[in-house]
Nanobody
Framework: QVQLVESGGASVQSGGSLRLSCAAS????????MGWYRQAPGKERELVAR???????NYADSVKGRFTISRDSTRNTVILQMNSLQPEDTAVYYC????????????????WGQGTLVTVSS
């Protein structure tokens, strides 16, 4: 079974920084893409950033220039460095992984983490 475990959520003041980490565990052979989504109260879940196996990132317009996503494919981890945080960044952040091939021969199409809360106060 493949699991994603997130860490790094916290409460910070506007302008601050946080670093979110996500580690995938299980009998993993490869993961096509890993990324971060977020869901604010009363809103739908939205993409924040994701990075492909080739290391190509893409970002939501709202976080471009402030957030940086990086990935260590050998360790099946993904990091989201968040700078210049604003109150509108307040949300539960979820790690996501797509097309996870395992050594058992089974492929998981999509796996989600349990979420980590980021709160930004003004």
């Amino acid at each position: 079974q493949v699991q994603l475990v997130e860490s790094g959520g916290a409460s910070v003041q506007s302008g601050g920084s946080l670093r979110l980490s996500c580690a995938a565990s299980g009998s993993i052979r490869s993961i096509h893409a890993m990324g971060w989504y977020r869901q604010a109260p009363g809103k739908e879940r939205e993409l924040v950033a994701r990075v492909s196996l080739a290391g190509i990132p893409n970002y939501a317009d709202s976080v471009k220039g402030r957030f940086t996503i990086s990935r260590d494919s050998t360790r099946n981890t993904v990091i989201l460095q968040m700078n210049s945080l604003q109150p509108e960044d307040t949300a539960v952040y979820y790690c996501n992984a797509n097309d996870i091939a395992t050594f058992t021969g089974y492929t998981y199409l999509e796996v989600w983490g349990q979420g980590t809360l980021v709160t930004v106060s003004s």
